[in-house]
Nanobody, 124 residues
Framework: QVQLVESGGRLAQVGDSLRLSCVAS????????MGWFRRAPGKDREFVAT????????FYSDSVKGRFTIYRDFGKDTVYLQMDNLKPEDTAVYYC?????????????????WGQGTQVTVSS
């Protein structure tokens, strides 16, 4: 059973930078996608960013493109989300997700494993 543990969320100010981390454990085989979703208060879960584990190809939502960067560390089985120029609308619980099989990168239904979430709050 794959387990994902996120960390790095905290209270930040507008314009600040944060880096979220997600460590995976329990994998028997390499995965296909690892990514991040978020859920803001009163809103549905939305796609943020993902990458293909083997090639590192990245995909971003329009709302974070140019401000967030997703990248991985093979040796640590970890995916990171570098968030720069934070805005109040980035306030949400951020979830790491893992898709072991091929699927649509931006669809939550493609992902089989989820972390518990880490809270990011951006104050103006």
């Amino acid at each position: 059973q794959v387990q994902l543990v996120e960390s790095g969320g905290r209270l930040a100010q507008v314009g600040d930078s944060l880096r979220l981390s997600c460590v995976a454990s329990g994998r028997a085989y390499s995965t296909f996608l690892m990514g991040w979703f978020r859920r803001a208060p009163g809103k549905d879960r939305e796609f943020v960013a993902t990458l293909t584990w083997s090639t590192g190809a990245t995909f971003y939502s329009d709302s974070v493109k140019g401000r967030f960067t997703i990248y991985r560390d093979f040796g640590k089985d970890t995916v990171y989300l570098q968030m720069d120029n934070l805005k109040p609308e980035d306030t949400a619980v951020y979830y790491c997700a893992d898709a072991p099989d091929w699927g649509e990168a931006q669809s939550a239904s493609s992902y089989s494993y989820w972390g518990q979430g880490t809270q990011v709050t951006v104050s103006s």
